[in-house]
């Protein structure tokens, strides 16, 4: 609010701001910034647009993975690294112990943050222009098709429009792992972290799993009416 009133040299003068205090350069109220959790940032819009595109259809952390190697690799490709440099890497990786998942995402957009320092990009402007990409309706539907014939669980992407992909909990064998966790106390927000989906998603999905198994078993003590 102090920025608007700056601009304005006979606002600033004359008239209180909006707490009472005629110099607002002196107010805290207006000089403080905006409350954190009113400003949504990139991942909690990144979740937002994931309601859009998986809300029927979860997606998981084996396909997030997928998806990202692909991207990764997409990015070499752009700068012209070889297919030959590329598969040395990979070996190169997979030939070591493997990292803890927080240390190697840090490192990771670290190393994509300094390669667009010396590349002269924006990371956060490529970001935000394929963020609104994504959350286009045309390219929400685009999206939503191809996932719906997708031809599997594996990590190559690909279309089978002969055949649609069973999904949901008992599909991807999650099911001995919910109960236990529920059976344990375990929240559903926990239950989805260690699943690999979102937590309301996946309460959702058991409550339709407990209803088809309710009307799949016999009923006890039927009625011959």
Not at 3 to 31: K, N, W
Not at 51 to 58: E, I, K, S, Y
Not at 189 to 201: A, Q
Request: glycine share 8%; hydrophobic share 35%; aromatic share 6%.
């Amino acid at each position: 609010m102090w920025q608007a009133q700056r601009e304005s040299f006979v606002r600033a003068m004359t008239t209180p701001c909006e707490h009472g205090v005629l110099d607002f350069e002196q107010c805290p109220q207006c000089r403080a910034p905006a409350p954190s959790e009113l400003v949504m940032g990139y991942q909690d819009r990144v979740a937002a647009a994931h309601h859009a595109l998986f809300h029927d259809d979860p997606t998981d952390i084996a396909e997030r993975l997928a998806r990202y190697a692909e991207e990764t690799n997409e990015v070499l490709q752009a700068f012209g690294m070889s297919r030959e440099d590329m598969h040395r890497l990979v070996d190169y990786t997979c030939d070591r112990p493997a990292g803890a998942p927080a240390k190697e995402i840090g490192a990771a957009l670290l190393t994509l943050t300094s390669l667009c320092v010396v590349a002269g990009y924006d990371v956060m402007a490529c970001g935000e222009a394929d963020l609104e990409k994504l959350q286009r309706p045309e390219t929400i539907a685009r999206i939503r098709a191809k996932r719906s014939t997708r031809h599997g669980r594996g990590p190559l992407p690909g279309i089978d429009p002969s055949a649609r992909v069973v999904f949901g909990l008992e599909a991807q064998g999650h099911i001995p792992t919910v109960e236990a966790m529920l059976a344990e106390g375990q929240d559903w927000k926990e239950i989805g972290r260690r699943i690999g989906w979102d937590g309301e998603t996946a309460k959702q999905y058991y409550e339709r799993h407990l209803a088809r198994a309710a009307l799949s078993s016999p009923m006890e003590g039927g009625d011959n009416g």
